[in-house]
């Protein structure tokens, strides 16, 4: 896996490329909580992830969670791959997703 991280003011976007997995997932949770006191809203942009397990999942929760008291945590670019997963794991109801 491999992020890039961009703020404009108190909106950071995160481009993450490649796997979210057992191996890479606490490396997304270490960025998140080093950008979260930062900033109001997060963007994950996924436009490149090509797989995300249960671990990765969590860590989209887990964000998603700690965000909701500010302007909150959005996953954007989302593959048909990634996308099935989230939906049929329920989390499409909890995460907030743009197309």
Known sequence: MDTTVNFE????????????????APE??????DIEPKADK????????QYISSAGL???IVAHRAMSNKDGLILKGL????K????????????????
């Open 9 to 24: 003011g108190k909106v950071c976007t995160v481009t993450i490329s490649g796997r979210i997995d057992t191996l890479t």
């Open 28 to 33: 997304l949770e270490n960025i998140f909580n």
């Open 42 to 49: 997060i963007i994950f942009d996924m436009t490149e992830v």
């Open 58 to 60: 969590r860590a989209l």
């Open 79 to 82: 593959n048909k791959n990634v």
């Open 84 to 99: 099935t997963i989230i939906t049929l794991t329920g989390f499409d109801k909890q995460l907030n997703i743009e197309e």
